[in-house]
């Protein structure tokens, strides 16, 4: 069974930090595209940053200069490090993980939620 397990979350006031794990099973995790996406009541569920295998990074518009993406293939992990939080950063984070060789595979965390708030 494939599982995706975060922990980092909680309350946090504008302008701290925060630092999400995820942890990952049951997949070949060196060869998978490993992403963070984030969704706000009301909201679509929106891609936050992304890594791939070979250590291209992408980042939405709104984070970028603030957060920073890495894995650690030997320990199965990829984090997030989130820096200079704002209230519009509030959200449940969700790990997710995509196999592109096959039998191929899309795979999601439970979430963790975050708060910026005074």
């Known amino acids: 069974q494939v599982q995706l397990v975060e922990s980092g979350g909680g309350l946090v006031q504008p302008g701290g930090s925060l630092r999400l794990s995820c942890a990952a099973s049951g997949i070949i995790f060196s060869r998978s595209v490993m992403g963070w996406y984030r969704q706000a009541p009301g909201k679509q569920r929106e891609l936050v940053a992304a890594?791939?295998?070979?250590?291209?990074?992408n980042y939405a518009d709104s984070v970028k200069g603030r957060f920073t993406i890495s894995r650690d293939n030997a320990k199965n992990t990829v984090s997030l490090q989130m820096n200079s939080l704002n209230p519009e950063d509030t959200a449940v984070y969700y790990c997710n993980a995509v196999f592109t060789n096959w039998p191929g595979g899309n795979y999601w965390g439970q979430g963790t939620q975050v708060t910026v708030s005074s």
């Open positions: 890594i791939t295998s070979g250590g291209t990074i």
